[in-house]
């Protein structure tokens, strides 16, 4: 018949796997396994062959350093000639209690730092309030613009001398490292991503917490690092508002010429900035999307 065809006169002659539909010659990868291992070798490697993010180096060097400089700085401590000035600064209990202080500041400003900078940050790219960005970024900028010193002396005269005036001080110093970097990883983010998260039904809260905040998070984490190391170096000058803290040791120091309590209130707070910091890098690295890993 004239509708009907004729096998390819190489049909037969095809090795196995391979087949032809309406003249068109195809082969079936997974007849021979090649197609298997081309996939294989373009799946993405597994969890554990992953390159670890917090290696031995990272969680050892640093507090080895840091214990190494607190090892000498009591050798030389011990070998230091103190005077009953010396001695009634740093005895009974005195560096303990300064130490406990100046952490307790760092700690509760840094906690109000975070409640008010990020859901703040996350207000300001929302649409309604985009325009009053640009009026909270100029705020937090006078606000670490101003001489931390100064500022403290002002809320000091106006709250009175203890914590309170101190905290207030290193919060509205800390706020503006926190606050552009939430609002700078959240504008960041992809569009399309965003897009494509509401074209599946997520509610704006689920596009916010499940896309736009876990995208944002190194920024954010930078932010906050930043901040802290900013708050352990202003909490030494909570001391001129009665706050306490590692800054009574150098106050005490500097004005009656005492190098060793100089030296231990400088110390302290140098090797406390650096744990901190440290840290904070863990924190970084931990919490960090794995999706978001810079590959090679």
């Not at 109000?112 to 207000?123: C, D, E, K, R």
Request: charged share 15%.
């Amino acid at each position: 018949m004239s509708g009907s065809r004729t096998p390819s006169a190489g049909r037969g002659t095809r090795p196995e796997g391979e087949y032809e539909v309406e003249g068109l010659a195809f082969r079936d990868e997974g007849a021979d396994g090649a197609g298997a291992d081309e996939a294989q070798d373009a799946s993405p490697p597994p969890d554990a062959d992953r390159e670890r993010r917090v290696t031995w180096q990272k969680l050892t060097f640093l507090p080895l350093v840091l214990a190494v400089v607190l090892l000498a700085t009591w050798l030389w401590f011990r070998q230091a000639d103190l005077d009953q000035l010396s001695r009634n600064a740093i005895g009974g209990g005195q560096v303990w209690k300064a130490l406990r202080q100046h952490v307790e500041l760092t700690v509760i400003s840094t906690f109000f730092v975070l409640i008010i900078a990020i859901p703040l940050g996350v207000l300001l790219t929302r649409r309604p309030f985009r325009r009053a960005a640009p009026v909270a970024m100029t705020v937090a900028n006078t606000g670490q613009a101003t001489p931390a010193l100064g500022l403290l002396a002002l809320l000091v005269i106006w709250l009175g001398t203890g914590q309170k005036a101190a905290l207030i001080g290193i919060v509205v110093y800390a706020v503006l490292p926190v606050l552009s970097n939430t609002i700078a990883g959240l504008r960041a983010n992809d569009p399309t991503l965003l897009e494509a998260a509401r074209g599946i039904g997520m509610s704006p809260l689920g596009v916010l917490t499940r896309v736009e905040l876990p995208l944002a998070v190194p920024l954010i984490l930078a932010g906050v690092r930043t901040a802290l190391v900013l708050n352990v170096g202003t909490a030494t000058l909570a001391t001129f508002g009665g706050g306490g803290g590692l800054g009574e040791l150098i106050t005490v120091g500097i004005t009656n010429q005492r190098m060793p309590v100089l030296m231990l209130g400088s110390v302290l707070t140098v090797v406390l900035a650096l744990l901190v910091d440290w840290l904070a890098s863990l924190a970084e690295l931990v919490l960090s999307p794995r999706g978001l890993e810079a590959r090679a």
